[in-house]
């Protein structure tokens, strides 16, 4: 089958220097920049907004513009009309949290990268038939860390595995240093007990989470070129 599902904003590419993904699920647009005001200042770089708030097509160019480093996208897409909305706001990728190949086609045309949440072997052996380079593992947790490399014997070359759903920050660099996932994503326990965003300690945890996961993939880089 023909590619429909290739990579127009090099998200891979990206992941692959920084291998973490902030899913944010905020209440209030408020809220919702504060906490990627405080990802951007330790230096994290891929940032999901679920898409869910009315008020997400207001938020998004404010916070383009307070936190430019910082690239945006959308979560829990499962329909045409949201991808529209999606690429109408000038994201540039988007996940969904199922397996739903026709999606796929309409991100193709409208330049976004789509990336579809597979469970099951017969989703990942799919997911990679129709061309997709990348994956969500979702729900991660309910699977553990030795699933993705179970696959790899009966199923041969596998996709880009980004784990999400129910992950610890504690837990989440055991992932990547294992090659349990080439990616991780971490929702609201990110900021899970912390409705002060000030907190010094939290900014310390993010931060070190951002060094150890760059430090990772430095070290990998450095061994395949060696």
């Known amino acids: 089958m ?29 809220r919702a920049l504060a906490e990627v005001d405080v990802l951007h200042a330790v230096g994290w770089r891929h940032v999901e907004l679920a898409w869910t708030a009315p008020w ?17 996208g959308a979560a829990g897409v499962t329909t045409a009309r949201q991808l529209g909305q999606v690429a109408a706001a000038g994201l540039s990728y988007a996940f969904m949290p199922i397996w739903q190949p026709e999606l796929l ?24 038939c129709h061309g997709c380079a990348m ?7 309910a699977l553990g860390p030795h699933y993705w490399s179970q696959l790899r014997g009966p199923l041969g070359p596998l996709p880009f595995c980004i784990a999400a759903g129910g992950l610890e920050p504690e837990t989440a660099l055991q992932w990547l240093q294992t090659g349990a996932a080439d990616a991780v994503a971490l929702g609201q ?14 900014r310390q945890r993010l931060m070190d989470l951002v060094t150890a996961a760059n430090g990772l993939r430095a070290g990998s880089r450095q061994r395949a070129s060696s």
């Open 189 to 202: 326990k990110l900021f899970s007990g912390h409705l002060c965003l000030d907190d010094p300690a939290l």
């Open 135 to 141: 994956v969500k593992l979702f729900p991660a947790a």
């Open 105 to 128: 086609l309409r991100a193709r045309d409208l330049g976004i990268t789509l990336v579809p949440g597979v469970f099951t072997p017969t989703e990942i052996y799919q997911a990679r």
């Open 2 to 30: 023909a590619d429909p599902a290739p990579d127009p904003v090099g998200l891979a590419s990206g992941l692959a220097r920084q291998p973490l993904l902030a899913v944010l699920r905020p209440q209030d647009p408020q």
């Open 56 to 72: 997400l097509t207001t938020l998004i160019p404010v916070v383009r513009e307070r936190c430019p480093q910082v690239r945006l």
